[in-house]
């Protein structure tokens, strides 16, 4: 039996489409940017903090620990991935900070 070629070709970019994780919102990146997270964070992969979708996991259905994560930011600390420290980011802002945080919550695995 011969299956059509189109159809293949749906199968095949369907199973591309679920291995890609979503795009990630440029707005939250630009904020992360002027905000100085990205020297440390990235998304997808463990810089000198942990990635954001490794956060989001750990975290996620927590609702609880959502200031506890601000707070984290913008005074700093560690401990908890390791022996590396975050430095305190109170440039950023706490509203910024907030609002990073709770995208960070949002991402899903990769």
Known sequence: MKVPVFLLSAAMCSQLAIAAPP?????MLELADESRCLGC????????????????????GKPEVEEVLVEKVYKGGGGVWGDDYMSANKRAGKDNIRILVKWILTLPDS
């Not at 795009?23 to 707005?27: K, L, R």
């Not at 463990?46 to 750990?58: E, M, Q, T």
């Open 41 to 60: 964070h990235d998304v997808e992969i463990k810089v000198r903090g942990p990635a954001w979708r490794d956060v989001a996991k750990r975290y996620r």
């Open 23 to 27: 795009p990630v919102d440029p707005a």
